[in-house]
């Protein structure tokens, strides 16, 4: 896999989770973006999810629509959570 524009985004998404929940202990580089930010991986809740949700509306200017299933579905990893933003985007 090349260094495109879709591994930058991989890249500011775990930045962004660890700078909005004030993860100290971790590095961005050391999230796996497939792993688990909830069940086992992060070991992330709810509150997080939310906090996270606002710092990508403000960042990508996407809209977040009630916490479906589905919606609720990319928020399992940094790689969902890029193609979330990607799809909103419309890229």
Do not use: C, H, W
Not at 45 to 52: G, H, M, Q, Y
Request: aromatic share 6%; hydrophobic share 40%.
């Amino acid at each position: 896999m090349n260094a495109s524009s879709s591994d930058n985004l991989e890249d500011e998404i775990r930045v962004l989770i660890v700078s909005v929940l004030k993860l100290e202990d971790i590095e961005p580089s050391s999230i796996n973006i497939s792993d688990s930010l909830f069940d086992g991986g992060l070991g992330l809740d709810s509150i997080d999810a939310l906090e996270i949700g606002v710092a990508l509306r403000k960042r990508y200017g996407i809209t977040i629509e009630t916490a479906t299933d589905e919606v609720k579905s990319y928020f399992r990893s940094v790689q969902s959570l890029a193609k979330f933003v990607r799809m909103k985007r419309g890229k």
